[in-house]
């Protein structure tokens, strides 16, 4: 089992920065990929940016230039940095780890809103 804490979003307005982080706990030997989704009202959830044990990373085309992840495997976590935000970046923020063995854990996710 992983455990999963995310913390570090808010309101900011548009243009502004926040940084999203993601702490691990539990089996964390198992872990491969750590990424983040996010979720929009009405919308289905999205894949927002990744990266794997070795360092490799993916982003949605939406993000790609405003948004960096990052990850301290010492520490178990993983970071989104999320600058020049829009107000359709708005939505609940997930962490999400894949291990291994290809299961999956969530976090309790993260309100981002991004003001006009």
């Known amino acids: 089992q992983v455990q999963l804490v995310e913390s570090g979003g808010g309101l900011v307005q548009a243009g502004g920065s926040l940084r999203l982080s993601c702490a691990a706990s539990g089996s964390i030997f198992s872990i491969n990929a750590m990424g983040w989704y996010r979720q929009a009202p009405g919308k289905q959830r999205e894949l927002v940016a990744a990266?794997?044990?070795?360092?490799?990373?993916n982003y949605a085309d939406s993000v790609k230039g405003r948004f960096t992840i990052s990850r301290d495997n010492a520490k178990n976590t993983v970071y989104l940095q999320m600058n020049s935000l829009k107000p359709e970046d708005t939505a609940v923020y997930f962490c999400?780890?894949?291990?291994?063995?290809?299961?999956?854990?969530w976090g309790q996710g993260t309100q981002v809103t991004v003001s006009s």
């Open positions: 990266v794997r044990r070795g360092g490799s990373t």
């Open positions: 999400q780890v894949e291990t291994w063995g290809m299961q999956n854990y």
